[in-house]
């Protein structure tokens, strides 16, 4: 069974300082794994996908992701966050032989000036 | 390019009321559809989904069904809300093979009174 724990539910930093966001994975096979932003009362907005190809991952909006298959992790950084970052993120696994993505609980971005 | 809509962007429903929620998808054929809901502080709940016409699978025991009556357009119905059917109802769509990532539609805000 795959399974995704967020470790914080939510997150502050000042405008330009870094941003990580912490995910910890559990999957049976080769996961995909996905981190997906989710401004308020918006859809989910893909932020970047890790497929095997290379363990750093680079999304849109300066943001990137490094998968550490010893330690099941795939966080979610950013060298200087912007005010409009401020959003709820998702990490999300999803295996081969499933349909569904599995996903956190989702962690609150809030951007301070 | 592929788009995703939905409608209503807001809905407020008596207890006890009909439902559907309509998603349809632009540029591409024979996708995999998804519905998802996502309750207040919570995270994304798959719902059903569906990799043809007529094909539907549900995740998730409930008060609700799903119908897929053209390739592209994908409906979620209930005779009698509930409550509990209150929250954010998200559609989604991927290719039929290869790539499992998913592309998510604007949302329907669904509050039941």
């Known amino acids: 069974a795959q399974s995704v724990t967020q470790l914080d539910s939510h997150v502050s930093v000042s405008e330009g300082t870094p941003v990580l966001l912490r995910c910890n994975y559990s999957?049976?096979?080769?996961?995909?794994l996905f981190w997906y932003v989710q401004h308020p009362n918006k859809g989910l907005q893909l932020l970047l996908k890790?497929?095997?190809?290379?363990?750093l991952v680079k999304g849109i909006n300066g943001f990137e992701a490094e998968f550490k298959k010893s330690e099941t992790s795939f966080h979610l950084t950013k060298p200087s966050a912007h005010m409009s970052d401020a959003a709820e993120y998702f990490c999300?696994?999803?295996?081969?032989?499933?349909?569904?993505?599995?996903f956190g609980s989702g962690t609150r971005l809030q951007v301070q000036p | 390019s592929q788009t995703i809509h939905q409608w209503p962007a807001t809905l407020v429903q008596p207890v006890g009321s009909p439902l559907s929620l309509e998603c349809t998808v632009e540029g591409t054929s024979n996708p995999n559809l998804y519905w998802y809901r996502q309750a207040a502080g919570r995270g994304l709940q798959l719902l059903f989904y569906s990799v043809g016409i007529g094909q539907i699978s549900s995740e998730v025991p409930q008060n609700l069904s799903a119908s897929r009556p053209q390739d592209r357009q994908f409906i979620l119905s209930s005779k009698k809300l509930l409550l509990s059917d209150s929250g954010f109802y998200l559609c989604?769509?991927?290719?039929?093979?290869?790539?499992?990532?998913?592309?998510f539609g604007p949302g329907t805000r669904l509050t039941v009174l």
């Open positions: 999300v696994v999803s295996e081969v032989r499933r349909r569904a993505l599995t």
């Open positions: 890790y497929t095997s190809a290379a363990t």
């Open positions: 999957s049976s096979y080769s996961p995909s």
């Open positions: 989604a769509w991927s290719w039929s093979s290869g790539t499992d990532t998913q592309y």
